[in-house]
Nanobody
Framework: QVQLLESGGGSVQAGGSLRLSCVVS????????MGWFRQALGKEREGVAQ????????YYVDSVKGRFTISRDNAKNTVYLQMNSLKPEDTAMYYC??????????????????WGQGTQVTVSS
């Protein structure tokens, strides 16, 4: 059973930064495509960013480009989301997700097979 454990969420003021981490329990899957999603209260879950096995491919939703950076350390079975210049509209529960295969596809939730429990990010104005 693959488990994903997120950490690093919290409350910050607008303009602040947070770094989310997600550890994958099974090293067999740690090199697979991984992504970050978020879901704000009353809204649908949306993809935020994803990263390929070696990190050479990354993709970001337009609303976070230039502010968020996804990275990974396969030796530590960990993927990160560095979030800078945070805005109140970034407030959401953030989830990391793992594809069951190496290759990344479109950043939508049905392309991911394993999910973490989420970590809350709250940005105040």
């Amino acid at each position: 059973q693959v488990q994903l454990l997120e950490s690093g969420g919290g409350s910050v003021q607008a303009g602040g930064s947070l770094r989310l981490s997600c550890v994958v329990s099974a090293s067999t899957y740690s090199a697979n495509c991984m992504g970050w999603f978020r879901q704000a209260l009353g809204k649908e879950r949306e993809g935020v960013a994803q990263i390929s096995t070696g990190g050479s491919y990354t993709y970001y939703v337009d609303s976070v480009k230039g502010r968020f950076t996804i990275s990974r350390d396969n030796a530590k079975n960990t993927v990160y989301l560095q979030m800078n210049s945070l805005k109140p509209e970034d407030t959401a529960m953030y989830y990391c997700a793992l594809r069951g295969t190496l290759a990344c596809r479109t950043l939508v939730d049905y392309n991911f097979d394993y999910w973490g429990q989420g970590t809350q990010v709250t940005v105040s104005s």
